[in-house]
């Protein structure tokens, strides 16, 4: 079945430094990759997507890119902000269904 | 404005007791779910629905019913619940068209079972 595999927090950075999160993922046919946003006490955003390969998502300054080829989705951003802390998701819709599978979660924590 | 609703939003209750945690949606959305999420597992999947009348299990079912007799609501159901089902729960909803189908998410439900 599908999984997704997104590396362990927490995650604690200043304000400015660059982030990234790594996630990769085991599908069948041609996925749909996400990345979605939790911030403290709310309910789950999207924050980008992708849905071929080689696709590059973009939101809010950050970026993710499907790389079939090392079955990968990892999410940067090139300066953090205080407001950028919370949890990101990973997450995939197989070619064949709207079930999502996420990863794990990663907590991010930005100190001014 | 578009938006997943779910109520109650916080819920503290004893094993055995019935309870109902309900879901609805305003954008004429097929495809609802509910999910349950808890750390170190992310969200995992608990049923799904394709549309009115229409629901299968996700990865987690045990534990749990839903029902869909409006396109609208979809109302998760623990008849008997238990400790084990403690946790953070999301409704979410999406269009069935196409290949890319973002899903809207509701505010979450924090459900304790003592």
């Known amino acids: 079945g599908n999984s997704v595999t997104q590396m362990e927090g927490p995650v604690t950075l200043s304000e400015e430094a660059f982030l990234t999160i790594n996630c990769t993922y085991t599908a069948t046919g041609y996925p749909s990759l996400f990345w979605y946003v939790q911030y403290p006490g709310e309910g789950l955003q999207l924050l980008l997507k992708?849905?071929?390969?080689?696709d590059k998502g973009s939101n809010k300054g950050f970026e993710a890119t499907y790389r079939k080829e090392t079955t990968s989705f990892h999410l940067e951003k090139g300066s953090v902000q205080v407001s950028d802390s919370a949890v990101y998701f990973c997450?995939?819709?197989?070619?064949?269904?709207?079930?999502?599978?996420f990863g794990a979660g990663t907590t991010v924590t930005v100190r001014a | 404005e578009a938006q997943v609703t779910q109520n109650p939003r916080y819920l503290i209750t004893v094993t055995g007791k019935k309870l109902t945690v309900t879901c609805s949606q305003n954008?004429?959305?097929?495809?609802m779910s509910w999910y349950r999420q808890d750390p170190g597992l992310g969200l995992r999947q608990i049923y799904y629905s394709m549309n009115v009348e229409v629901t299968d299990k996700g990865d987690v079912p045990e534990g749990y019913k839903v029902s869909r007799k409006e396109k609208r609501n979809f109302p998760l159901i623990l008849e008997s619940p238990s400790p084990n089902q403690t946790s953070l729960y999301f409704c979410a909803s999406t269009q069935l068209a196409g290949h890319y189908n973002e899903q809207f998410f509701g505010p979450g439900t924090r459900l304790t079972v003592l």
């Open positions: 997450a995939l819709s197989g070619s064949n269904d709207y079930k999502l599978s």
């Open positions: 992708a849905t071929k390969a080689d």
């Open positions: 954008m004429n959305h097929e495809y």
